[in-house]
């Protein structure tokens, strides 16, 4: 029922832990300015700080900065973004012990998941095919399980240029706990047409909110910042 009830309101229980934190961290603050005897305490303050960084940073938040082109036109190059980390699954540091299942990662979802070839490298794609769909692309266009896929979101370069893997592949099958995941700029995106599946244990966190964009100190965004990523 608890974990029922956590899926339900995922984003009111990590927001409320997330003030109980910056709460704990306040009452920190105050102890550090000082102890009984009159003394300034910085360690101990320092160390809660840390330990409640890390705890959201591990559990709940991350921030992540758009580097590269592959998820034009949904993201942009220097798009700054905050990621939920619970919802799909919940596991202790360094470990295969799982505190909360999560729920599946479904099609469209966009995620930051480890890359297959180096896993300390980071990158974000969007969720194209689940375990037991069939993808294929011909000409450009993508198919999942023989029917085309409308998708009102990708961006495409070379209309006219015809690529083997990249605008000719498949078909292939998701295997279980597996996902085929792609980028929205597909004329430019190293993805799974080239380097496989993404293991579901490998996805880090959910796309959410991009809180900051721009192009430069002197070219801000405004439009773009609290936009939800869809």
């Given at each position: 029922?608890?974990?029922?009830?956590?899926?339900?309101?995922?984003?009111?229980?990590?927001?409320?832990?997330?003030?109980a934190?910056?709460?704990a961290?306040?009452?920190?603050?105050a102890?550090?300015?000082?102890?009984?005897?009159?003394?300034?305490?910085?360690?101990?303050?320092?160390?809660?700080?840390?330990?409640?960084?890390?705890?959201?940073?591990?559990?709940?938040?991350?921030?992540?900065?758009?580097?590269?082109?592959?998820?034009?036109?949904?993201?942009?190059?220097?798009?700054?973004?905050l990621?939920?980390?619970?919802?799909?699954?919940?596991?202790?540091?360094?470990?295969?012990?799982?505190?909360?299942?999560?729920?599946?990662?479904?099609?469209?979802?966009?995620?930051i998941?480890?890359?297959?070839?180096?896993?300390?490298?980071?990158?974000?794609?969007?969720?194209?095919?689940?375990?037991?769909?069939?993808?294929?692309?011909?000409?450009?266009?993508?198919?999942?399980?023989?029917?085309?896929?409308?998708?009102?979101?990708?961006?495409?370069?070379?209309?006219?240029?015809?690529?083997?893997?990249?605008?000719?592949?498949?078909?292939?099958?998701?295997?279980?706990?597996?996902?085929?995941?792609?980028?929205?700029?597909?004329?430019?995106s190293?993805?799974?047409?080239?380097?496989?599946?993404?293991?579901?244990?490998?996805?880090?966190?959910?796309?959410?909110?991009?809180?900051?964009?721009?192009?430069?100190?002197?070219?801000?965004?405004?439009?773009?910042i609290?936009?939800?990523?869809?």
């Open positions: 029922m608890a974990i029922r009830l956590f899926r339900t309101h995922g984003f009111r229980l990590a927001f409320a832990a997330i003030l934190a910056l709460l961290l306040e009452t920190a603050c102890e550090w300015k000082v102890t009984p005897k009159g003394e300034v305490s910085t360690t101990e303050a320092f160390l809660v700080a840390l330990v409640l960084a890390f705890f959201i940073r591990t559990f709940f938040v991350q921030a992540f900065k758009i580097p590269s082109e592959s998820m034009l036109n949904t993201l942009l190059v220097g798009d700054h973004l990621a939920t980390k619970f919802d799909y699954g919940v596991y202790i540091p360094f470990t295969d012990i799982q505190l909360y299942k999560g729920h599946d990662p479904q099609r469209g979802d966009i995620i998941f480890e890359y297959p070839r180096d896993p300390s490298v980071s990158f974000i794609k969007r969720i194209i095919g689940v375990p037991g769909d069939v993808i294929e692309v011909r000409n450009k266009q993508l198919y999942r399980n023989g029917e085309p896929v409308r998708e009102d979101y990708i961006r495409v370069d070379e209309p006219n240029n015809v690529v083997p893997v990249r605008d000719v592949f498949g078909p292939v099958t998701v295997p279980p706990d597996s996902y085929f995941c792609m980028g929205d700029n597909r004329d430019n190293m993805d799974s047409r080239f380097w496989g599946f993404v293991k579901r244990r490998a996805i880090q966190a959910k796309a959410r909110r991009i809180y900051w964009s721009w192009d430069g100190p002197l070219d801000v965004r405004w439009s773009r609290g936009r939800a990523i869809h």
